[in-house]
């Protein structure tokens, strides 16, 4: 009873301060900078307890912030190309740095180097490209879409684990998420889909939408982020069963760390956007 209480109050407040947020560009763009620290943080601390991995966890979290933070600025038009230059060199240095460190297995630590920046950094920094969109007037902020994003996740989430407990049968990854079934994920996808429905209710009601999505694109747009959500939660479950842990970390009380948090969002971002595009292409 205890641990429920714990883990409905974090949850109540992680939402809610996630939903706060994007309300301000300053927020959402502070707040976010602090998730992508955190996590890279977090995920190379794992991987330094392999044996044999010895990455620069101090480097690779300020380069992952840094990287936000620049593409916020870019992205919002605040600041030129030339704001990636530093991060460039970071990367640089962190792989001309094993040269010198006569680590047992670079070939590792550049990986998992690496890796801190394309599976965390890179889709946490893609929130700003939902965030900012540039229009005949200029560059403006726009809440709506990213915290879209985080809304179909949340009830992708909740609409899985309600049919799955209900009508749980047949297991979607039994190697690597046994308590998953492919009722619950397509329980979670229909309730998804109600929602998106009602998202674009909502704002053509009230002359929100202004992305002029249709409802078939924002049910579109739900749907995609509902399956990368699944894929990029079975993605985090596969990486914790390889390094042999629970959580990743216990930094929220009741939810584990922050990859556990954020594991769906990884690659449900990056697909929204890349849908998004998409739809200006077609």
Same mark, same amino acid.
């Given at each position: 009873m205890k641990n429920f209480i714990t883990r409905t109050i974090t949850g109540i407040l992680f939402v809610t301060a996630i939903v706060v947020c994007f309300i301000d560009p300053t927020a959402m763009s502070a707040l976010f900078g602090l998730v992508t620290g955190l996590t890279v943080w977090e995920f190379t601390g794992l991987v330094n307890a392999r044996p044999g991995v010895s990455v620069n966890r101090f480097i690779c979290?300020?380069?992952?912030?840094?990287?936000?933070?620049?593409?916020v600025g870019f992205n919002s038009g605040?600041?030129?190309?030339?704001?990636?230059?530093?991060?460039?060199?970071?990367?640089?240095?962190?792989f001309v740095a094993e040269l010198y460190a006569k680590a047992p297995d670079p070939v590792n630590n550049w990986a998992y180097t690496m890796m801190s920046q394309l599976y965390i950094a890179l889709p946490l920094s893609l929130v700003s490209v939902l965030a900012f969109r540039v229009t005949p007037a200029g560059i403006i902020y726009t809440y709506l879409t990213p915290l879209s994003v985080f809304v179909f996740l949340w009830t992708n989430d909740t609409g899985a684990y309600c049919c799955g407990s209900l009508l749980g049968r047949h297991k979607l990854f039994p190697r690597i998420s046994p308590g998953k079934s492919w009722e619950g994920s397509i329980g979670g996808f229909i309730f998804v889909a109600a929602v998106a429905a009602a998202i674009w209710y909502v704002t053509e009601q009230h002359g929100m939408n202004d992305l002029r999505l249709s409802?078939?694109?924002?049910?579109?747009?739900?749907?995609?982020?509902?399956?990368?959500?699944?894929?990029?939660?079975?993605?985090?479950?596969? %990486?914790?069963?390889? /390094?042999?842990?629970?959580?990743?970390?216990? !930094?929220?009380?009741?939810?584990?760390?922050? $990859?556990?948090? %954020?594991?769906?969002? /990884?690659?449900?971002?990056?697909?929204?956007? !890349?849908?998004?595009?998409?739809?200006?292409? $077609?």
């Open positions: 979290t300020v380069a992952g912030v840094y990287f936000f933070l620049a593409m605040l600041t030129p190309p030339t704001v990636f230059i530093p991060y460039l060199i970071t990367l640089v240095y962190l409802l078939a694109q924002w049910i579109g747009l739900g749907l995609v982020v509902a399956v990368f959500g699944t894929w990029g939660d079975l993605v985090e479950s596969l %990486f914790k069963r390889t /390094l042999g842990i629970k959580d990743s970390g216990n !930094i929220l009380p009741g939810h584990g760390g922050m $990859l556990d948090r %954020f594991d769906s969002s /990884l690659l449900a971002i990056p697909a929204a956007v !890349i849908y998004l595009y998409t739809l200006t292409l $077609l």
